[in-house]
C-alpha cells in the first residue's frame, strides 16, 4: 500500500514548522497529499515593518496568512489544502485562541481568548468535520501534534482532540456518512531528546554563524539545558524518521513564505544535527534538524502491520 497523507494543523506556519520534510517528501513521491488548518493566525504576531500594520488588525492578518501559507504548500509540493471550519457551516468560523507564555518552552490559553476561538469549539462539531474529510480523503496516514500539542499552545491540543475524536468517527459504520474508512497509521510529530539538544548546542556553532552573519546579533541563542517542550520525547520513543537534506530547499522556501511569522530563513552546511535555521517572532534561533521525528499514535498500527510502504527518505527506526 502507498496511499494518501493527510495533516492536521492549528495555524498557518504548523503544517512547516511541524512537519515540512515530511510533506515535502511525500509530494515529492507523487502520492497524494492533504493539509487540514484549523485557523488563520488572526492573534500571530507580526515581524518586521512591512507588515507590521496587520498585527492586530485579526481580519487582514487572516487574509494575508491565507496567502502565505498558499505560497508554503506550493513550495512544499501540496496541492490539496482545506480550513477546518469550510468543512462545518458557511456561519462557522474557527478563530486563532492566541496564547501565554506560562513557563520555558510552555504555553497556555491567554485571558483574553476571542468569542470563535478553536480551543474552545465544539469538539464534536469540528471532529464530525473533519471525520468527514477523512471519509472523503481517504488517506492511509493521518499526521498531527502529540497530545501535549507541541509546547501547549492550546490551538494545538485541540487539533489533536479533534483529530483522535474524527478518527473514531470516520471509522464508524452509520447511516450519515459512508462509506466508513479507518485510517491504519496515524502519527505524532516529537522531537528526540537528545536529538534536540545536539540540535540546540550547533546552533552556536561556526557553520550557524557564518550562515548568520550579522543578523546572529538581532537573536538569541536557545538554552540546551531548559526543560523540553512536551513534543521532546526520549530517543527510543522516536518510531520514524524523516531526512530533511532532499527536500531541504522546499522546506526554507515554505519558512521564507510565512514571513510575517519567521525570520532569519537559512541553509546551514557542515553540521551534523541540522540543515538550516530560523527564528519565530520571539527572536529565538531554532533549528531545521536534519531528521524530522515522529512517533505512532496511542492504538495506530505500524506500517509493516498496515501493509504501508513508506517512500524514500522516510525510515522506521530499528
Excluded at 90 to 117: L, N, T
Excluded at 268 to 282: F, I, K, P, Q, R
Amino acid at each position: 500500500m502507498t496511499g494518501g497523507l493527510l495533516a492536521v494543523h492549528a495555524h498557518p506556519d504548523d503544517e512547516t514548522l511541524a512537519t515540512g520534510a515530511l510533506l515535502a517528501t511525500w509530494a515529492a513521491a507523487g502520492r497524494p497529499v492533504t493539509v487540514v488548518t484549523a485557523t488563520r493566525g488572526e492573534r500571530g504576531e507580526v515581524i518586521g515593518r512591512r507588515w507590521a500594520h496587520l498585527e492586530g488588525d485579526g481580519p487582514a492578518l487572516a487574509a494575508h496568512r491565507e496567502d502565505e501559507l498558499a505560497a508554503a504548500l506550493s513550495a512544499l509540493g501540496v496541492r490539496d489544502h482545506g480550513f477546518l471550519d469550510e468543512a462545518v457551516a458557511a456561519e462557522v468560523h474557527y478563530e486563532d485562541s492566541g496564547m501565554a507564555w506560562v513557563g520555558v518552552g510552555r504555553a497556555a490559553a491567554p485571558d483574553d481568548v476571542p468569542v470563535d476561538a478553536f480551543a474552545f469549539a465544539s469538539l464534536e462539531e469540528a471532529a464530525d468535520a473533519l471525520a468527514r474529510l477523512l471519509r472523503s480523503r481517504r488517506p492511509a496516514v493521518v499526521v498531527t501534534y502529540e497530545p501535549g500539542g507541541g509546547y501547549g499552545h492550546p490551538d494545538h491540543v485541540r487539533a489533536h482532540e479533534v483529530t483522535t475524536l474524527a478518527l473514531q468517527l470516520a471509522a464508524r459504520e452509520d447511516d450519515t456518512y459512508s462509506p466508513a474508512h479507518v485510517v491504519p497509521v496515524v502519527l505524532w510529530s516529537v522531537a528526540g531528546r537528545v536529538a534536540l539538544r545536539r540540535a540546540q548546542v550547533a546552533l552556536a556553532g561556526d557553520a550557524v554563524l557564518a550562515a548568520l552573519g550579522a543578523t546572529i546579533e538581532s537573536l538569541t541563542l536557545p538554552d540546551p539545558s531548559a526543560e523540553p517542550p512536551s513534543m521532546a520525547v526520549p530517543d527510543d520513543e522516536v518510531d520514524l524518521l524523516v531526512d530533511v537534506a532532499p527536500v531541504r530547499d522546499r522546506v526554507l522556501a515554505a519558512l521564507r513564505a510565512h514571513a510575517t511569522q519567521v525570520q532569519a530563513v537559512r541553509p546551514v552546511a557542515g553540521e551534523d544535527a541540522l540543515v538550516g535555521c530560523y527564528a519565530l517572532s520571539n527572536a529565538v534561533l531554532a533549528a531545521v534538524p536534519a531528521e524530522e521525528a515522529y512517533r505512532y499514535a496511542t492504538g495506530s498500527l505500524r506500517a509493516e502491520e498496515a501493509g504501508l510502504t513508506w517512500p524514500a527518505g522516510v525510515r522506521p527506526v530499528t
